[in-house]
Nanobody
Framework: QVQLVESGGGLVQAGGSLRLSCAAS????????MGWYRQAPGKQRELVAQ???????NYARSVEGRFTISRENAKNTVSLQMSSLTPEDTAVYYC??????????????WGQGTQVTVSS
């Protein structure tokens, strides 16, 4: 069984910074892409940033230049450093990973979500 556990959300003032972390654990053979999504009230879940096994990154246009995604393959972790936060960044942030487990194909896994609230 595979589990993703997030940490690091919270309340911050506009212009501030937060760092989100996510650790994958369980019966993991390999992890392909890892990423962060977010869902604001009344809106669809959207991709924020994604990073491949070799470190290729992809960002939503709205966060480019402000957010940085990174991962440590040896620890099965992914992080999202968020800077210059605005109230529009307020959302529940979800960690996502494409994971191959022992004796299984690649499946998509999600964390439980962590709230990020940016006050103006």
């Amino acid at each position: 069984q595979v589990q993703l556990v997030e940490s690091g959300g919270g309340l911050v003032q506009a212009g501030g910074s937060l760092r989100l972390s996510c650790a994958a654990s369980g019966s993991i053979l390999s992890i392909n892409a890892m990423g962060w999504y977010r869902q604001a009230p009344g809106k669809q879940r959207e991709l924020v940033a994604q990073i491949t096994w070799v470190g290729t990154t992809n960002y939503a246009r709205s966060v480019e230049g402000r957010f940085t995604i990174s991962r440590e393959n040896a620890k099965n972790t992914v992080s999202l450093q968020m800077s210059s936060l605005t109230p529009e960044d307020t959302a529940v942030y979800y960690c996502n990973a494409a994971i191959r487990s022992w004796g299984s194909n690649v499946n998509d896994y999600w964390g439980q979500g962590t709230q990020v609230t940016v006050s103006s």
